[in-house]
T-cell receptor
Framework: SAVISQKPSRDICQRGTSLTIQCQVDSQVTMMFWYRQQPGQSLTLIATANQGSEATYESGFVIDKFPISRPNLTFSTLTVSNMSPEDSSIYLC????????????FGPGTRLTVT | EDKVVQSPLSLVVHEGDTVTLNCSYEVTNFRSLLWYKQEKKAPTFLFMLTSSGIEKKSGRLSSILDKKELFSILNITATQTGDSAVYLCAVERPPYGNKLVFGAGTILRVKS
């Protein structure tokens, strides 16, 4: 499976600011995803990061709030914009290395606290 | 709307005990069910199940799917403190191979 790193691993931010989270994979992957895990809850898919085109957002998530970049097949960023305390969550990137099979492999996550 | 429900929400056992975690689902056009173990932040992949009645096994962990009754179980035998984690169940939904819907998870704590 792919080795995935995320930066930062954690951050404490003030409301109204923005944070960009980076996800780096050690090999080229077809699909990359961004998830949010709010305290005590399960993983919710934010968007699919498409290489060379705009991300595909899930219902309830918009590009203005969560802009995503994917400049190549090994890297993506998620920005959490104009943060509020409700954005305090763990943000995870995941990858699906191959075209077959649904298994996704997750990065170590970014724990964000908004004060 | 697709739904994945896990039970129990949490449990505490002693080392050496056997535990069974449950996952039921309501998904249009079911294709596969996946189990993950989440320690700290990152979920790690355990099993993928697509066919009823075929047990998947890895060491002390095993899992089976019942597509008629729409559920799966994850068994852990001879539990160890290192098994303490959140266990997540997810089902695949269209577009197939791309999207996973996760349950809320079962928090397992193994006491020494």
């Amino acid at each position: 499976s792919a080795v995935i790193s995320q930066k930062p691993s954690r951050d404490i931010c003030q409301r109204g600011t923005s944070l960009t989270i980076q996800c780096q994979v050690d090999s080229q992957v077809t699909m990359m995803f961004w998830y949010r895990q709010q305290p005590g809850q399960s993983l919710t898919l934010i968007a699919t990061a498409n290489q060379g085109s705009e991300a595909t957002y899930e219902s309830g998530f918009v590009i203005d709030k969560f802009p995503i970049s994917r400049p190549n097949l090994t890297f993506s960023t998620l920005t959490v914009s104009n943060m509020s305390p409700e954005d305090s969550s763990i943000y995870l990137c995941s990858v699906k290395p191959g075209l077959a099979g649904p298994e996704q492999y997750f990065g170590p996550g970014t724990r964000l606290t908004v004060t | 709307e697709d739904k994945v429900v896990q039970s129990p929400l949490s449990l505490v056992v002693h080392e050496g005990d056997t535990v069974t975690l449950n996952c039921s689902y309501e998904v249009t056009n079911f294709r596969s069910l996946l189990w993950y173990k989440q320690e700290k932040k990152a979920p790690t992949f355990l099993f993928m199940l697509t066919s009823s009645g075929i047990e998947k096994k890895s060491g002390r962990l095993s899992s089976i799917l019942d597509k008629k009754e729409l559920f799966s179980i994850l068994n852990i035998t001879a539990t160890q403190t290192g098994d303490s984690a959140v266990y997540l169940c997810a089902v695949e939904r269209p577009p197939y191979g791309n999207k996973l819907v996760f349950g809320a998870g079962t928090i397992l704590r193994v006491k020494s």
